[in-house]
């Protein structure tokens, strides 16, 4: 069906939110009829934390981020990048609060996390955090299926939390869609936007400081199409949102977004003479 739409005739745009494999694929099928194409795509979604970090605001957002769909959105915060003179302290309140998330049934009102969306899925995730501990990976906590009681028919995953991966490594490089993050070190402000620039993805990203003239020199250094200072996942109807890199082309929502679906037009009159 989604083949059939991109390529008709009477379809003039394509507006398309998914993987970036997907993504490659509409533009290859609307590039015959040269259609306008606006795609949101995958992403990694770095959050910057420096030792001046809000501490008591960020990691709740975060945690909630991390786990609160069981990974599965393209804006889940799936890197922590943390200034070494804080990094133990946040490890630890990220344990806890990973220790404290209620994996369960969507519909058992107590759970605070559910399933993903398939067992080809889990398999994926399962994988992919093997051979991220193969690679040097230092599993944090998770890192399983969990089969116990209620959660034996279903697609559940624990939460999950690794450290010491290399930048080059899958668990990094590529989008995973399940509750899994990576904490990574940083020493300077240099380092901090290397890393977060550091993978094909650029849809979103945060930045966590006291010092809002650091929080801009870096917000305008990451390649990333939404960058939060302070806060995360707030969005909102006039603020435009999309990707740069493989992250998407486009962008939805506010001015931009409404341009997205029109065209320009120039219409020249000579009026001299009449």
Known sequence: VGEALVGHAGVDAVSFTGDSATGRRVMELAAGGIKKVLLELGGKSP????????LEKALPLLLRAMFGTAGQNCMAATRILVQRDCYDAVRAQLLAGAARVLVGPGLDPVSTMGPVISEQQVAQIEATVDAAREQGATLLCGGKRLREGALAQGHFYAPTILENAAL??????QEIFGPVTVLERFASEEEAVRMANGTRYGLVAAVWTRDLGRAQRV?????????????????FAEAESGGMKASGLGR????LGLYEYTESKHICTDVAGL
């Open 47 to 54: 959050n910057v934390l420096f030792a001046d970090a809000p």
């Open 219 to 235: 917000a305008r250094e990451i390649k990333a199409g939404t960058v939060w200072i302070n806060t995360y996942l707030r969005t």
């Open 168 to 173: 080059s490594s899958q668990v990094i490089q």
């Open 252 to 255: 939805s929502r506010g001015r």
